[in-house]
């Protein structure tokens, strides 16, 4: 099995910065990719930033700029550093980790999701 586990959110005032951190754990023979997603209430839960096994990553647009994602290979986990954050970016967190295990094959994990809100 494997776990997912978040860490870093909390309250930050408008232009303020966080870092979100997430280690996956397990039967894990490699990892595909790790990346953050996030659901603000009502809306539908949407892609932030994504990085590869290769090293490269992917960002939406509305992050583009101000969020950096990176990674310690060695210790299967991943951050989210975001700066200058608006209000828009208030919402749940959650990390996914596509990893391929030692027994089941590959699969998608999911952590259980930090709460972001940014607000005066």
């Known amino acids: 099995q494997v776990q997912v586990v978040e860490s870093g959110g909390g309250l930050v005032q408008p232009g303020g910065s966080l870092r979100l951190s997430c280690a996956a754990s397990g039967s894990i023979f490699s990892i595909y990719s790790m990346g953050w997603y996030r659901q603000a209430p009502e809306k539908a839960r949407e892609s932030v930033a994504v990085i590869f096994s290769g090293g490269s990553a992917n960002y939406a647009d509305s992050v583009k700029g101000r969020f950096t994602i990176s990674r310690d290979n060695a210790k299967n986990t991943v951050y989210l550093q975001m700066n200058s954050l608006k209000p828009d970016d208030t919402a749940v967190y959650y990390c996914?980790?596509?990893?391929?295990?030692?027994?089941?094959?590959?699969?998608?994990?999911w952590g259980q999701g930090t709460q972001v809100t940014v607000s005066s």
């Open positions: 996914n980790a596509d990893v391929r295990t030692i027994v089941a094959g590959r699969g998608s994990y």
